[in-house]
């Protein structure tokens, strides 16, 4: 069964500090994606990234960066967590238009 | 830039009720238009995707959507409601086929009333 797996199901956190997000895929797919989810305003789009050592920029990367090593894993990276990040975090991997999902991380900021 | 809009915020259905969900986007070209269902505490699952060809696609428990291109709408239906499908819906599409980058609707929560 093909799977997205992500480190961790809640994460508590404190302003300021760096927050690492990790995500791993067995699909060997090239795109892979970070969103954000928060109620009344859906999925939006944080990075993806297209290849090993690829990114681009989504919608909302102000405060985000990415990392991407090897294919099978994507990062996540908060610098210095502030309290609007507080969210549920999705990670997707993707081939041929069809996207599988990660179960989420829901993270706080206090 | 392309978006998705979802008018139901919240829907509220008893069982056996008949379901229609709307989705309206907005890009002149070729797209490819998807549904996703996220039930209570589970991730996002695919319900169905039009790429091409038959505008009426079919999904998984029974759900159907219509592309119509003239209206850019993608209309997410159900003929008869279960108290399991209680989730939050979201529309979604895809213009940029070559990133693969996917812009969501809001979502809509459908409460089912047993």
């Known amino acids: 069964d093909v799977k997205v797996t992500q480190s961790s199901r809640y994460l508590v956190k404190r302003t300021g500090e760096k927050v690492f997000l990790e995500c791993v895929q067995d699909?060997?797919?090239?795109?892979m994606f970070w969103y954000r989810q928060d109620p009344g305003l859906g999925l939006r789009l944080i990075y993806f990234?297209?290849?090993?050592?690829?990114?681009e920029k989504g919608d909302i990367p102000e405060g985000y960066s990415v990392s991407r090593e090897k294919k099978e894993r994507f990062s996540l990276i908060l610098e210095s967590a502030s309290t609007n990040q507080t969210s549920m975090y999705l990670c997707?991997?993707?081939?041929?238009?069809?996207?599988?999902f990660g179960s989420g991380t829901q993270l706080s900021v206090l | 830039a392309q978006s998705v809009s979802q008018h139901n915020h919240h829907v509220i259905l008893s069982e056996a009720a008949s379901l229609e969900l709307g989705c309206n986007y907005s890009?002149?070209?070729?797209?490819?238009l998807f549904w996703y269902v996220q039930y209570p505490g589970q991730h996002l699952q695919l319900l169905l995707k039009?790429?091409?060809?038959?505008?009426l696609v079919k999904g998984i428990k029974g759900f159907e959507a219509e592309f119509i291109k003239s209206k850019f709408s993608f209309n997410l239906r159900k003929p008869s409601v279960q108290w399991s499908d209680t989730a939050e819906y979201f529309c979604?599409?895809?213009?940029?086929?070559?990133?693969?980058?996917?812009?969501f609707g809001t979502g809509t929560r459908l409460t089912i009333i047993p």
């Open positions: 997707a991997s993707s081939f041929m238009r069809q996207k599988i």
């Open positions: 699909m060997d797919h090239e795109n």
């Open positions: 990234s297209y290849d090993v050592k690829m990114k």
């Open positions: 890009y002149g070209g070729t797209v490819n």
């Open positions: 039009y790429f091409s060809g038959d505008p």
């Open positions: 979604a599409v895809l213009s940029n086929f070559g990133n693969e980058k996917l812009t």
